[in-house]
């Protein structure tokens, strides 16, 4: 079927982090051309007072013009700070310049084709099994919450993802306060014993793990899985998170309530749970933890790859989602994700906004699936199955792009045994009493 690479090494935000590298390095140059000019003048007076003290004749003049050229030099390098700043700023104010122009467009764009809008996503739902693709159900998000905010539309334009992620955080404020379970929070319940499994040596062993979850049944609802393997002499801890598990007594967190932590609430209720998880499966401070997730629960991984509080306590760099709406989330640039798309899914487009394109930060997208006929129709349709992502990220691996070399090596897991456990996490009341509250609060204060 094929699919494309979203990632662009020319992207040109990377000019305003050239020039403020070049701004950092021209300053050290400044500094060490002081240090020396200041150490040659402390050589040429040292010389000139031993000379006295012997009574010879002083022959520190080179010294003396070796300092006159360094602080000639270290001049010359402030000017040239001065410069690379002056440029630095322009640079920055060009680009913020870029971007509010672009978004103004876009927006006008938007609103002015609102009605071709509608027709396409009329006509390409129609031929997608009643159900929009990304595209479309980005396009009609947009258009829908341009539309309520006239001030984006006549007067100051914001992105839209930021838009989106205004819109979405409100609403799900208004729930957290109003909602059926704003007295509750997520506690791991049980845990299932280790059992053992066989990594192939590439990126599928994660699709394997998330498909033990996936084929379990509904009495494994609420669970997440933890895998320990070996990589390069060292252990390595996988979280895998399922996605979306409508049926549900309310302690399910990853029923249709999940999606609100995940959108609004940049899933911090999952960081303690899961911080436990992986210290009762071994993982130790410092150690790798790579984090996976299907549909909403790519949703959560993307946000606990911020989470200040797990990122202190583990090593927390990699994380891989399929088909999972994760465009507002602004992801810290020393993190390497591979994200998995189906143009014909529309959950991924729910969020309204498209994945950052960043240098490790790739999203691939791919137009369709392959083995529709062995699909399952489910909630959200054939395109958003877990298995069309499985083989999808089949097609990945046998037909890579030279742009998913590196990602792919990165994120092999060895061939050979491993283990792996269940953890199950559920909606409890909170205890009514202050400590509680006050232990909580300064828990993850440090993921706020």
């Not at 202190?312 to 994760?326: A, Y």
């Not at 791919?366 to 097609?395: I, S």
Request: hydrophobic content about 30%.
């Amino acid at each position: 079927m094929g699919y494309d690479v979203n990632y662009n090494s020319l992207d040109y935000a990377q000019s305003r982090q050239i020039c403020q590298q070049v701004y950092g390095q021209l300053q050290d140059v400044q500094a060490q051309l002081l240090r020396a000019s200041v150490r040659a003048q402390e050589c040429q007076r040292q010389s000139q007072s031993q000379c006295l003290a012997n009574g010879i004749a002083n022959h520190g003049y080179a010294v003396g013009v070796l300092a006159d050229k360094l602080r000639t030099g270290y001049h010359h390098a402030t000017e040239a700070v001065l410069d690379a700043r002056r440029l630095e700023e322009k640079v920055s104010a060009a680009i913020e310049n870029y971007v509010r122009a672009e978004t103004r467009i876009e927006n006008s764009i938007l609103v002015s084709g609102k009605w071709q809008i509608l027709v396409d996503l009329w006509n390409n739902t129609r031929h997608n099994d009643s159900r929009p693709p990304t595209q479309d159900m980005e396009n009609i998000l947009k258009l829908f919450v341009l539309l309520s905010s006239p001030r984006d539309r006549f007067g100051f334009a914001r992105p839209q993802p930021e838009m989106m992620h205004e819109t979405t955080q409100n609403l799900a404020e208004f729930i957290k306060i109003w909602g059926p379970f704003r007295n509750k929070e997520l506690k791991l319940s049980d845990s299932d014993p280790v059992e053992k499994f066989e990594s192939d040596g590439t990126v599928n062993t994660f699709y394997k793990l998330h498909q033990v979850l996936n084929d379990a049944g509904p009495e494994e609802d609420g669970k997440i899985l933890i895998a320990e393997a070996e990589k390069d002499g060292k252990n390595v801890h996988l979280v895998i998170l399922p996605g979306t598990q409508p049926d549900s007594d309310g302690q399910n967190p990853f029923d249709t309530y999940g999606i609100i932590d995940g959108f609004g609430l940049d899933s911090e209720n999952f960081a303690g749970p899961i911080a436990e998880a992986l210290e009762i499966s071994g993982a130790q401070d410092g150690d790798e933890v790579i984090l996976s997730g299907y549909s909403q629960g790519g949703i959560h991984i993307a946000n606990l790859m911020k989470n200040k509080f797990l990122r202190k306590k583990f090593k927390m760099k990699k994380m891989l989602t399929f088909g999972s709406p994760i465009g507002h989330i602004d992801l810290p640039e020393d993190i390497r994700s591979l994200s998995l798309e189906d143009s014909k899914d529309m959950v991924p487009g729910t969020d309204g906004t498209e994945n950052t394109r960043k240098k490790d930060q790739i999203t691939v997208k791919f137009d369709g699936p392959r083995n529709e006929d062995q699909l399952d129709d489910g909630l959200f349709g054939k395109p958003h199955d877990l298995d069309n992502y499985g083989d999808h990220l089949k097609e990945m691996v046998e037909n890579p792009v030279p742009d998913l070399q590196d990602n792919l090596r990165e994120f092999a897991i060895p061939p050979g045994p491993l283990t792996y456990r269940k953890f199950k996490i559920e909606r409890k009341e909170r205890p009514k009493n202050t400590k509680h509250e006050e232990w909580e609060a300064e828990k993850y204060r440090m993921g706020r």
